[in-house]
């Protein structure tokens, strides 16, 4: 199975800073890496598709970037409602795995 | 527009079957260019994908192999919906349980989540 990590785990933040998650894969996944935001009590939300793709309605202050083992998601100034908890997912291959996740909270 | 809409109990009894359903509205649970999977989330595990169906000329599944043995996918087309069943459940198996769609290579929809107990 590819073992996916991030880093970090959690971090504090402010209104209007710039974030970026790392998200590292046990072997090359090429660009089948994919971002979610998952709120509390509620389903993981797409944001980023084929590791720098843009989903459909999300804001363009999330960006990602990467390939092969190492992809880092970035928002560029974080809004209130960015606070959440954010997970990356390979599908590069069975089983599909996802990442421990990394929580961003108010600093 | 897209909707998942889960049901099943939230109580399950050790050694007993989980099983849950997920409707589909605004696609086919027999479109080409979909598949379908169940997802569970819980403190101890995270997110975990327990395995998915899909139409290609005929119905095909994939499973994870740490529930391998105690897990059927179904689809039912004429109530476009599927099905997870997970047989000889533990309190190991509780969490909220997502189904979710694939299309392309990413998991772009998921359902409401339901949160299932394994309790006595």
């Known amino acids: 199975d590819i073992q996916m990590t991030q880093s970090p785990s959690s971090l504090s933040a402010s209104v209007g800073d710039r974030v970026t998650i790392t998200c590292r894969a046990s072997?090359?996944?090429?660009?089948?890496l994919h971002w979610y935001q998952q709120k509390s009590g509620r389903a993981p939300k797409l944001l980023i598709y084929?590791?720098?793709s843009l989903q459909s309605g999300v804001p363009s202050r999330f960006s990602g970037g990467g390939s092969g083992t190492d992809f880092t998601l970035t928002i560029s100034s974080l809004q209130p409602e960015d606070f959440a908890s954010y997970y990356c997912?390979?599908?590069?291959?069975?089983?599909?795995?996802f990442g421990p996740g990394t929580r961003v909270d108010f600093k | 527009q897209l909707q998942l809409q889960q049901s099943g109990p939230g109580l399950v009894k050790p050694s007993q079957t989980l099983s849950l359903t997920c409707a589909i509205s605004?696609?086919?649970?027999?479109?080409?260019?979909?598949?379908w999977n169940w997802i569970r989330q819980s403190p101890s595990r995270g997110l975990e994908w327990l395995g998915r169906?899909?139409?290609?000329?005929?119905?095909?599944?994939d499973y994870a192999v740490t529930v391998k043995s105690r897990i059927t996918i179904n689809a039912d087309t004429s109530k476009n919906q599927f099905s997870l069943h997970l047989n000889s459940v533990s309190p190991e198996d509780s969490g909220v349980y997502y189904c979710?769609?694939?299309?392309?290579?990413?998991?772009?929809?998921w359902g409401q989540g339901t949160l299932v107990t394994v309790s006595s």
């Open positions: 605004g696609d086919s649970v027999s479109s080409a260019s979909a598949a």
């Open positions: 084929a590791a720098s």
């Open positions: 072997q090359s996944i090429s660009t089948y």
């Open positions: 979710a769609r694939t299309t392309k290579s990413q998991i772009d929809f």
């Open positions: 997912l390979q599908t590069y291959s069975f089983p599909l795995t």
């Open positions: 169906t899909y139409y290609d000329s005929k119905w095909n599944t």
